[in-house]
Every structure is written in C-alpha cells, then in structure tokens.
C-alpha cells in the first residue's frame, strides 16, 4: 500500500474492521509514521440493464434511487428505507448471475417491494414503469392491487399470532 504523505511502499496495519459490506484497514507508514485509513470492497462485475428499446447501459443504482424517490415524493417513507430497498434489489439483481438483465426484470423486483412499502409509491411507480395508455389501464392495475392487498390480509389472518 502507497502512503498518502510520503508515497513510500512500506506500510503495515494496525486494526482491522469490518463495516458492512467493506474491510476498514488502519494503516501507518513506516517511513513517515503518518497514519491512513483504507478500505476493501469486494468489486462488483459490472451489470447491464437491457432496455426497452435494445440499448444497454450499466446499472445505476443512483438513477434507481431517483425514480423511487420521486415514486415516494411526499410519502412517509425514509431515505434510508429507499437506499436499503435498492441495495436488495441489486443483490438480487446480482445472485441471478447474469451479465445483462431487462429493465423489465429490474421495474418487477421494485414494484414487488413497493407493494409491501407504500400504497401510493406502488401506483405511482406502476404507472412510470408499466406506461399506461388510458385511465381504464390505470384503474385495472389499482383493482388488482386491492384485490392482491385483501388476499394479503386474508393470509395474515389466518396466520397463529406469535407470543
């Protein structure tokens, strides 16, 4: 490793820790003494999104974010439950363990998680990703939602209540 103040070789590590999905490495120069930190992270191949029209870019978590956020504008919904829901989208993305994957693929695994987040995030997202032509369109996929958010509940009361 490359002191950050001397640009000398000769490091050695101090602590290591884990913080989420990264190794924190405390560093100190045996040349300088100066301490650094350091961090690794597993690197991710790089995964591309098929879109409608048959162009592919690389997947952009912060473009995912954008659209849930503007799915759940003046929504009770944290930040932090936004970012924690593109994360699983991602790893899911991942585990499926191909190169390319269709946009289509990408709307269905946040539409899932939305359904069980926010009523209002959920429709709104529908409507961006599933492109309605008319209203009629519009008002089946609300239909199917309540009829999904009943047998949901249905299921749920049938469940024994834990202690």
Do not use: N
Not at 27 to 54: I, M, N, P, W
Not at 97 to 125: K, N, P, T
Request: glycine content about 4%; charged content about 40%.
């Amino acid at each position: 490793m490359t002191c950050p103040f001397c640009a000398k070789k000769q490091t050695r590590v101090i602590d290591t820790r884990e913080v989420g999905d990264a190794i924190r490495r405390r560093r100190e120069c045996k040349s300088c003494h100066q301490r650094f930190t350091t961090y690794e992270r597993v690197a991710k191949t790089s995964l591309l999104v098929v879109k409608r029209d048959g162009r592919r870019e690389p997947l952009d978590s912060e473009k995912l974010l954008g659209g849930l956020l503007r799915a759940c504008a003046k929504r009770p919904i944290a930040t932090e439950t936004l970012e924690q829901l593109v994360k699983d989208v991602e790893r899911e993305l991942y585990e499926l363990g191909q190169a390319e994957v269709d946009s289509e693929v990408i709307g269905r695994h946040v539409m899932e998680r939305l359904r069980e987040l926010d009523d209002v995030a959920y429709v709104r997202f529908a409507s961006v990703y599933r492109r309605f032509q008319d209203v009629d369109s519009l008002a089946e996929e609300i239909e199917e939602f309540k009829e999904w958010k009943k047998r949901k509940a249905e299921l749920e009361a049938q469940l024994p209540l834990e202690l």
